[in-house]
C-alpha cells in the first residue's frame, strides 16, 4: 500500500467532506471524509488489478 496515496485521498476526501453540511459538525465531516478517502485508496489496487491496469 502507498502511503502517500493513503494520506493524498484521505485529506481530498476530508476537505470534500467540508461541504457535506447535513452530515453534523465540521470535524465530524471532515472525519468521515477521511475515513472513505483511507477505504477508496485501500480498494483501489486491487480494483486496478482487476481491470488489468
Known amino acids: 500500500m502507498d502511503v502517500t496515496a493513503l494520506g493524498f ?23 468521515i471524509g477521511a475515513t472513505v478517502g483511507i477505504i477508496a485508496a485501500s480498494v483501489l ?5 482487476m481491470v488489468g491496469m
Not at 484521505?10 to 472525519?31: D, E, H, K, N
Request: charged content about 10%.
Open 9 to 31: 485521498y484521505a485529506i481530498v476526501c476530508g476537505i470534500l467532506s467540508w461541504a457535506a453540511p447535513r452530515l453534523g459538525q465540521p470535524f465530524v465531516r471532515f472525519g
Open 45 to 49: 489496487p486491487s480494483l486496478r488489478g
